[in-house]
């Protein structure tokens, strides 16, 4: 379902729902304008190593499009599966359609942040993005303001190593989350990232590990079966606690290894049961 967008540019722009599982590889950028692109129960969207995904605009409110009943709205909606897994020799790269760097000239030369409105996924969505780069997205609320979030969303699993998310490096300093994923009875994996901003997860089973971290902070807010969290870095926590750690299996052993540095709260707060003797 969907309609064709026209532009004067080299891309392939598309929007609406894809209906079938299937690879995207082809060499032009794939472009969402104005629109969102969904990815329904039960249909993986694959995006080759080295692909260029580009977006422009505002994704649309409420189901189908975007979690039902969200205040959010998306450029990237998945349902299903979004298998985005580069290499470091063939990142993938989500982007402006604005941004003339990577491509090839499709815009203006000149990306901001929330050009695109980022990547959401509903609760029984999967995310598998590794080797990415994720920037000049932002999700803006049914109040005509603009959050940070760029993957966001109530996903079953998401997975989510070694990729760069920033909304805008150039200007880096937002109240709220870049990266946003929860369920109670979700398992995230984030390790490995590079994140302008602050990473929030919640789920039955999260490891946030080696992540570096700029203008942000770390927060689980609930992890009822396992909790890892390791060797991450945080630079200047501005709006938050530079940890933050929630739940009903704190052992601290699997917390080891966090620094903190430059100005804001650099401190890691606990709440929950310690299922260990520790020091």
């Known amino acids: 379902e969907g309609r064709i967008v026209y532009i004067e540019t ?5 929007e609406g729902t894809v209906i079938a599982s299937a690879e995207w590889q082809n060499p032009l950028p794939l472009a969402v304008i104005n629109g969102t692109l969904d990815v ?8 080759a190593p080295g692909t260029v ?29 979004l298998d985005a897994v580069g290499t ?37 969505g999967v995310l598998d993005i590794e080797h990415s780069t994720v920037e000049y997205a932002s999700s803006q609320t049914y109040y ?5 979030e760029v993957i966001f969303g109530d996903v079953s699993q998401a997975t989510l190593l070694h990729d760069n998310i920033a909304p805008d490096a150039a200007n880096p300093n937002y ?46 807010g609930y992890a009822s079966n396992a909790l890892v969290a390791t060797g991450n870095a945080v630079t200047t926590a501005l709006n938050a606690n530079s940890f933050n750690f929630q739940s009903s299996n704190l ?17 890691i707060a606990l ?3 310690l299922i260990a003797s520790a020091e």
């Not at 329904?40 to 995006?47: D, E, F, K, R, Y």
């Not at 063939?90 to 000149?110: A, E, H, V």
């Open 10 to 14: 080299a891309v392939i722009a598309l």
């Open 40 to 47: 329904p129960a039960g249909v993986t969207l694959t995006i």
């Open 53 to 81: 995904v580009k977006a422009m605009g505002p994704g649309r409110f409420g189901g189908p499009y975007c979690p039902s009943g969200s205040l959010q709205v998306c450029s990237i909606e998945v349902e299903g599966t």
């Open 88 to 124: 470091s020799a063939q990142p993938i790269t989500f982007t402006s359609i604005n941004d003339n760097s990577i491509g090839g000239s499709t815009g203006s030369g000149s990306p901001v942040t929330g050009d695109w409105t980022g990547i959401s996924a509903t609760s029984a």
């Open 144 to 148: 005509g303001g603009q959050d940070s």
């Open 175 to 220: 109240a709220g989350p870049v990266v946003d994923l929860y369920d109670a009875s979700a398992t995230i994996d984030i390790s490995g990232c590079q994140v302008a901003g602050m990473i929030l997860a919640s789920g039955t089973s999260v490891t946030v590990s080696n992540n570096t971290v700029t203008d942000g902070g770390i927060g689980v």
């Open 251 to 267: 052992d601290l052993s699997q917390l080891a290894g966090n620094t903190a540095t430059g100005p804001g709260h650099n401190l």
């Open 271 to 273: 709440e929950g049961t």
